[in-house]
């Protein structure tokens, strides 16, 4: 087998350099940048700014006239003007500064919910690219040690040193390894699009590690989507309030009259006022109804939003543990692996061992070593999930 002047076949060379080659387009951005790029590519969430509302009137003026003609010689006949003012009480001005806060609090809500949903794209989108290119790598040092198994056993065979079978096998092989580089590059290009569409970015950061400790236990009240149901009812628990009867608007009308007749004209000018009677405590059935409904709707959403989370949560929490046994048990199988291709290596050079066996013995390692640091990359990846699953964004 040929070798490098380090010792080492090409194969294993390039697989020593596997982790470096994970990330074919790694870039100096960050997964902040890259969300940034993602937030910024989707646009502003704010829509465009509306009117200030009014301190003191709960709606739109209205403009009433009137005419009306007594039909009699010496009758008299009128004219109204009244300009109608909807006032709003104390109770509605109250109400209109508490939903004023609340609409900013869902608003920042919102927005930080945003931010989550779209880190959690960028996760997955980063961390897909990095396993694709792990299989590519892994792809392309099995194809590049049938190759080089595959020359030599063609020599070999052609000089009667070995069966034209293990020739002919090896390369069969080297085909199904051509495949699936194909296979493995085209995978990688459609994560690559599936990056730069979603960040507008052409570069995948190198460092994808989780800024801050990974969380034991999330914080989940002050989870995004926690917050924003929160936020949500609490404002939309006002706006039922406002049509609430006890909180009706006041109404002031300006009112100007004519009297004509054909000995006098006479004009009046009045102001007239509609009170509700609040301390009545009188509540319309709708308006019940909607409240009930809408608090019912809450806690349903609330215990399904919660059920949720904690469910993705503790699958993520099972997952964890189950790479981690995993990557310890492949660190054993790698630690002999090495030792498997030392006897290898020992066994070919005295020709104790077949060609055909030979070949699968070097294939059997490199498939340890993908799968390892393939576990590895799944930890990463698993790790950036349980900061997804907790709430926090790069």
């Not at 010689?73 to 509605?92: C, Q, V, W």
């Not at 020359?151 to 090896?170: F, H, P």
Request: proline fraction near 5%; charged fraction near 25%.
């Amino acid at each position: 087998m040929a070798r490098r002047s380090n010792g080492q076949p090409p194969w294993r060379c390039r697989w020593l350099a596997l982790l470096a080659l994970a990330s074919p387009l790694a870039g100096a951005a960050t997964l902040e940048d890259a969300l940034a790029g993602a937030l910024e590519r989707a646009g502003p969430l704010g829509e465009t700014p509306l009117p200030e509302a009014s301190s003191w009137l709960s709606g739109v003026p209205t403009l009433s006239a009137s005419y009306l003609d007594s039909q009699q010689a010496l009758g008299e006949d009128e004219t109204e003007f009244s300009l109608n003012l909807p006032i709003k009480s104390a109770a509605r001005r109250r109400l209109d500064s508490r939903l004023e806060t609340q609409a900013d609090r869902y608003a920042d809500a919102s927005g930080v919910y945003r931010r989550w949903l779209y880190a959690g794209e960028v996760r997955e989108a980063a961390w897909g690219h990095r396993l694709a290119a792990l299989d590519l790598a892994a792809a392309r040092d099995r194809r590049a040690l049938l190759a080089e198994l595959s020359e030599r056993l063609t020599r070999l065979a052609d000089s009667g040193a070995v069966t034209r079978y293990t020739a002919l096998i090896t390369r069969r092989s080297l085909i199904d390894a051509e495949l699936a580089v194909d296979e493995a590059q085209r995978e990688l290009q459609r994560e690559e699009g599936i990056f730069l569409e979603l960040t507008g970015l052409p570069s995948v950061p190198e460092d994808l590690a989780e800024p801050g400790p990974d969380p034991a236990t999330p914080a989940w009240e002050s989870h995004p989507a926690v917050r924003r149901l929160e936020a949500s009812r609490a404002q939309e628990a006002s706006i039922l309030a406002l049509s609430a009867p006890a909180n009706a608007s006041w109404n002031l009308s300006l009112v100007a009259r004519e009297l004509d007749n054909p000995g006098l004209t006479q004009d009046q000018y009045g102001i007239a006022v509609e009170l509700p009677l609040n301390f009545l405590g009188t509540q319309s059935s709708s308006n019940r109804s909607q409240q009930g409904a809408a608090r019912r709707d809450y806690l349903i959403a609330r215990d399904q939003l919660w059920l949720s989370l904690r469910r993705h949560w503790e699958t993520l929490q099972g997952e964890a543990r189950h790479l981690v046994r995993r990557r310890e048990l492949l660190a054993e199988a790698a630690a002999l692996a090495d030792r498997i291709e030392a006897q290898v290596t020992a066994l070919e050079a005295s020709n104790e061992i077949e060609a055909e066996l030979r070949l699968q013995r070097l294939l059997d390692v490199l498939d340890t070593r993908a799968a390892l640091a393939r576990t590895e990359a799944l930890i990463g990846r698993n790790a950036a999930r349980l900061h997804q699953a907790a709430g926090r964004t790069p």
